[in-house]
Nanobody
Framework: QVRVMESGGGSAQAGGSLRLSCEVSGYTRRIRYYCFGWFRQTPGKEREAVAH?????????ASSVKGRFTISQDNAKSKTTLYLQMDNLQPQDAATYYC?????????????????????WGQGTLITVSS
């Protein structure tokens, strides 16, 4: 069973930085294609895409975070660790951040920016940003 677990949430001041990590593990077969991503959500609003990366290292960013956030990954034999480096944080970045994983498809093969297609989600990690 695939497991997705985020860590690294916390508080920062505006202009500061935080780094989120997400460990995706538990797959028992060779994975050729995948799309992993970060989403965020605030109370009363829909979950929105932040950044995505696929097995080829192709990345995509929401316009609101482009140039400030960087997604990266570290592949090991039976797990992948996903990172989200968040620089120049702004109060509007405060949210619960979720890590999501979809296997057997690259990000370009489906509407990767929508939450619905993703089969595996972490529990979320809260980010607060003070002005």
């Amino acid at each position: 069973q695939v497991r997705v677990m985020e860590s690294g949430g916390g508080s920062a001041q505006a202009g500061g930085s935080l780094r989120l990590s997400c460990e995706v593990s538990g797959y028992t077969r060779r994975i050729r294609y995948y799309c992993f991503g970060w989403f965020r959500q605030t109370p009363g609003k829909e979950r929105e895409a932040v950044a995505h990366i696929d097995n080829e290292g192709t990345t995509n960013y929401a316009s609101s975070v482009k140039g400030r956030f960087t997604i990266s990954q570290d592949n090991a034999k039976s797990k992948t660790t996903l990172y989200l480096q968040m620089d120049n944080l702004q109060p509007q970045d405060a949210a619960t951040y979720y890590c999501a994983a979809l296997y057997d498809m690259k990000c370009a093969g489906f509407p990767y920016h929508l939450p619905a297609p993703y089969k595996n989600w972490g529990q979320g990690t809260l980010i607060t940003v003070s002005s």
